[in-house]
């Protein structure tokens, strides 16, 4: 990720943003982001991806999406739809092995063969400052094809009030509670 990326993140808070790859690695985040997404500066770097994420850490399996089963389908498809261009890197083929091996859930929806390649455009959250009722948006980013910067925007005052507080308490303050 470039450092205008980076400064980019930074001044996008208290709107959670973050940059993606095409298989979901989370290759650089801002604090509202980190602070919704339940503190990942404390999990390992390898292992900041959104799917593995979703359906490994308890966190984000349990607290993170008001709507888990349209989010787990919608990522699974579209790990399918990127995947298609990469069905000989064994960096790819290795994620979705590890995951088929960690995950039923995972697993069964991948033998669905579903494909997705839109961005919902309405996202609730659950976060430890209160529902989170989010727009994302999609930018491609112009230093690779291969990546992407997610933005979540507030839909109402209430989400709008919640995400300052989020980055004033910080991610680590707000999982305790």
């Not at 979901?24 to 339940?38: E, K, S, T, V, W």
């Not at 709507?67 to 790819?92: C, K, N, Q």
């Not at 690779?144 to 209430?158: H, I, K, L, Q, Y």
């Amino acid at each position: 990720m470039s450092a205008a990326a980076g400064d980019i993140l930074a001044q996008l808070d208290p709107f959670p943003a973050a940059v993606l790859s095409r298989r979901h690695d989370i290759l650089g985040y801002n604090r509202a982001f980190n602070a919704m997404a339940g503190d990942l500066d404390a999990i390992d770097p390898a292992k900041r991806n959104q799917i593995w994420l979703f359906f490994v850490n308890p966190y984000w399996r349990r607290r993170l999406f008001r709507d888990r089963r349209e989010t787990v389908h919608h990522l699974v498809g579209s790990l399918r739809a990127s995947m298609a261009a990469h069905l000989d890197d064994p960096a790819w083929t290795t994620f979705v092995d590890q995951l088929l091996a960690v995950s039923d859930e995972f697993a069964e929806l991948w033998r669905r063969h579903d494909v997705v390649d839109q961005v919902p455009p309405a996202r609730d959250f659950l976060s430890p400052a209160g529902d989170l009722r989010l727009t994302s948006t999609k930018f491609a980013l112009e230093e690779s094809e291969a990546t992407w910067m997610v933005v979540f925007s507030p839909r109402d005052g209430d989400t709008r009030r919640r995400l300052e507080e989020l980055v004033t308490r910080g991610a680590k303050q707000l999982k305790a509670v």
